[in-house]
């Protein structure tokens, strides 16, 4: 049975996408749509194969964005997370500003990030950063809050030291919420990526979108939309990853 469930968590997904593009081919082709209006799917997978050369300095760009951006969120985000947890009045202190950030649109802020650091990687990476730190500082503190104070008093009844109970019992308790807010983090790492190189910049797949599709290159703002998705797809994958590793006895 588990076999089953997880041919078909595959087979699924693959003929829906198959079925979605079929019908997204068959209908460009019948009513004879334009391809500066909507490309057919097999001419924007033509594109990001024969024009492969061209996208990839942006690809390269926007995956060493959001990869860097993302890498440098998850430690900042569980340290303030395990900081805000064990002092009452850094919580008190720290926590209206992180909901700030995680309730805000950062969309609205790239002008004047702009503004104080230019147009550069180190404001794209920045920006990534704040946008998803926050997230993964929030799903953390959750997770550390919501460890069963049965716990804490066996290891301190064990003897067991603070940076022992942290690394053997704490991390693993709250493993689940964190890694829900590194799915989380990855979401946003991408769109506020992308989100700022509409506004910044000539390079990057962000900004790629914006000029074909000003120039109504259509079929190419779609390879460029398609190969975002593809950036998303590797995040996701590197967390999966990460669960079956960490949290296997959820497996």
């Not at 790629?208 to 079929?219: C, D, E, G, P, R």
Request: proline share 4%; with cysteine; net charge positive.
């Amino acid at each position: 049975m588990n076999m089953k469930k997880k041919v078909t968590s595959i087979v699924a997904p693959v003929v829906t996408f198959l079925l979605i593009f079929a019908i997204w081919e068959f209908a460009c082709w019948f009513y004879k749509i334009d391809a500066w209006f909507l490309p057919k799917p097999s001419e924007i997978f033509r594109s990001m194969i024969v024009d492969f050369g061209e996208y990839w300095p942006h690809l390269l760009v926007t995956l060493q964005c959001v990869l860097t951006g993302f890498l440098i969120a998850i430690p900042v985000g569980l340290l303030l997370a395990t900081l805000i947890t064990s002092f009452p009045l850094l919580n008190a202190a720290m926590s209206p500003y992180i909901t700030f950030l995680v309730t805000t649109p950062l969309v609205s802020l790239i002008p004047l990030l702009m503004l104080m650091m230019g147009y550069g990687m180190n404001m794209r990476i920045t920006t990534v950063v704040i946008q998803s730190f926050a997230v993964i500082n929030m799903n953390a503190c959750t997770g550390f809050n919501n460890v069963p104070t049965l716990r804490r008093e066996l290891m301190q009844s064990m003897g067991a030291s603070r940076l022992q109970t942290y690394r053997m019992m704490i991390l693993p308790s709250a493993a689940t919420d964190i890694i829900t807010g590194l799915r989380l983090a990855a979401i946003f790492a991408t769109t506020t990526c992308i989100s700022v190189e509409y506004n910044a910049g000539n390079t990057g797949l962000g900004s790629q979108i914006i000029k074909y599709s000003q120039y109504l290159q259509t079929t190419k703002s779609f390879a460029c939309i398609f190969y975002v998705t593809v950036i998303g797809l590797i995040m996701y994958g590197l967390i999966t990853l990460l669960q079956k590793k960490i949290v296997s006895w959820e497996e």
